[in-house]
């Protein structure tokens, strides 16, 4: 979190993030830990599409955060896309202890690719508490993420490694280059509609009884 450099109001603006994945990759803890400091150690399955919100000071601006969890399942893959539209963020997220879901989530990068869809994104691999089950080599993510000019960066959501840094790294890529005038008209409290379809609150997390993530 970046801190307001002098006294005056921050201004409030909204951003809608998005965490995408395979199942049981880490989503719903880091989300949960972002949010609420709290790590399930009985994993929750997500059921299409929940979300979380949280506000944070990040330099002169009060940010609305409503971060969307997504399942990862294939038969959800075609409402997750849905998804895609008005996000100005995604964290794309891969387990470090896993190979196969390193593979996957470079489809999904390619697919976000071809829709052109114009958000931010970034590239996590979660678990590095399990080091030593390691699958995925971080030099070749970053090898392959640079062809593509996608920040990577490696987190614990179970104890919380740069779990904070990690989001506050798709903000400030959001953010960058705009003039608060463009920031504003873009992400102002004003200039986006609600959306009005909302099956899922954020009391759902901690319901939940399926394994999974």
């Given at each position: 979190?970046?801190?307001?450099s002098?006294?005056n109001?921050l201004t409030e603006i909204?951003?809608?993030l ?28 997500t059921?299409g ?5 949280k ?5 002169d601006y ?18 997750t896309?849905?998804y ?6 995604v964290?794309?997220?891969y387990n470090?202890t ?9 489809d999904?990068?390619k697919d ?13 691999g ?11 080599e971080l ?6 993420a ?5 920040n ?5 959501a179970k104890?919380?490694t ?13 953010l ?7 920031i504003?008209?873009?992400f ?5 509609k609600?959306e009005?379809t909302?099956?899922k609150g ?10 999974c993530c």
């Amino acid at each position: 979190m970046e801190n307001n450099s002098n006294n005056n109001p921050l201004t409030e603006i909204r951003l809608k993030l998005l965490i995408l994945g395979d199942s049981a990759v880490g989503k719903t803890s880091m989300l949960l830990k972002y949010t609420d400091n709290f790590f399930p150690e009985s994993h929750l399955a997500t059921i299409g599409i929940e979300f979380k919100t949280k506000e944070i000071k990040f330099n002169d601006y009060l940010v609305h955060l409503k971060i969307w969890d997504t399942a990862g399942q294939e038969r959800f893959r075609a409402i997750t896309k849905s998804y895609f539209r008005g996000s100005n963020g995604v964290i794309f997220m891969y387990n470090i202890t896993k190979k196969e879901t390193f593979k996957n989530v470079k489809d999904w990068i390619k697919d976000s690719e071809n829709n052109n869809f114009g958000f931010e994104k970034i590239l996590v691999g979660n678990k590095i508490d399990l080091e030593q089950i390691r699958e995925v080599e971080l030099k070749d993510v970053e090898e392959w993420a640079g062809q593509k000019n996608i920040n990577v960066l490696e987190i614990s959501a179970k104890n919380g490694t740069n779990v904070e840094k990690c989001f506050n790294e798709l903000i400030r890529l959001i953010l960058e280059n705009k003039s608060k005038q463009e920031i504003l008209e873009k992400f102002g409290m004003n200039s986006q509609k609600e959306e009005n379809t909302l099956n899922k609150g954020n009391n759902n997390f901690k319901d939940k009884k399926k394994k999974c993530c």
